[in-house]
């Protein structure tokens, strides 16, 4: 297997806009037109250092998972953007992409992770409950029923981040 690496990423940089155009078709193909016209405050310098950060994760030189962080509310950040190749799911590799951004975020000062993910995303919901996340909802319920009023679609997450007494911290050019 080829080294994976972990690097820091403009939003905007022309690498990335394939990757994330195929993560919005795979929304619009699992949602449909459910969340059109919903606007969000998603400007790409909202995920850059300070406040923000958008990593990638490359197997010999190919992008093959994504993840991202923006400043929510005081010391909170909002996970966004985590994305793996299809022919890589189910190994474990947006759990290394979310256990990375969180350690960056703890090392920018944040105390609590933010997410939403949809109502049509269990695979989502079980790695976030499987990371140690708070649901904001009830996750016995069936998860459509979060799609019809009063509710909005989002299913919402929250964990407490921790620093580690010792850190062993990967860098940014960490091997997973």
Not at 36 to 52: N, Q, S
Not at 58 to 86: F, H, L, P, V
Not at 95 to 115: K, N, T
Not at 161 to 171: D, E, I, M, T
Request: contains cysteine; neutral net charge; charged residues 25%.
């Amino acid at each position: 297997m080829a080294e994976r690496r972990f690097r820091i990423i403009s939003p905007e940089a022309a690498e990335l806009q394939p990757v994330l155009s195929g993560l919005f078709d795979e929304y619009r193909q699992r949602y449909g037109d459910y969340f059109a016209g919903h606007t969000e405050d998603d400007l790409p310098e909202r995920y850059v250092a300070p406040e923000g950060l958008f990593i990638v994760l490359e197997e010999a030189g190919k992008i093959i998972a994504t993840g991202a962080y923006k400043s929510y509310r005081g010391q909170t950040a909002e996970i966004k953007r985590i994305w793996t190749d299809k022919a890589l799911r189910g190994q474990g590799i947006a759990c290394c992409v979310v256990r990375q951004l969180e350690q960056h975020a703890i090392d920018a000062g944040y105390r609590e992770m933010y997410l939403t993910t949809g109502f049509r995303q269990p695979e989502a919901v079980a790695l976030y409950l499987s990371l140690g996340y708070q649901p904001g909802f009830d996750i016995h319920r069936d998860f459509e029923e979060y799609s019809r009023a009063p509710y909005d679609g989002r299913l919402r997450f929250t964990k407490t981040l921790v620093a580690p007494a010792c850190s062993a911290r990967k860098g940014v050019n960490a091997h997973v």
